[in-house]
């Protein structure tokens, strides 16, 4: 699932360090949705919408919507 996640987190001066801290998650957890190599779970992608202030949409990208 593609996001937008390193941008959201560059436009705020976060290191990936940062937001693992806030999200209560591994700075690997962070690089790896940041990478598509890992998709959160629902309740940590709405942690991370809530965090930035956006709806769950605007982080992530629906596979079917995707092209």
Same mark, same amino acid.
């Given at each position: 699932m593609n996001n937008h996640?390193?941008?959201l987190r560059a436009a705020r001066g976060? /290191?990936?360090?940062h937001l693992a801290e806030q999200l209560e998650v591994s700075r690997q957890?962070?690089?790896a949705i940041e990478t598509g190599r890992y998709d959160p /779970?629902?309740?940590l992608a709405f942690r991370i919408a809530e965090l930035f202030e956006?709806?769950?949409e605007d982080v992530f990208v629906?596979?079917?919507k995707e092209k």
């Open positions: 996640l390193r941008a976060w /290191s990936q360090q957890s962070v690089n /779970s629902l309740p956006l709806a769950i629906s596979p079917s």
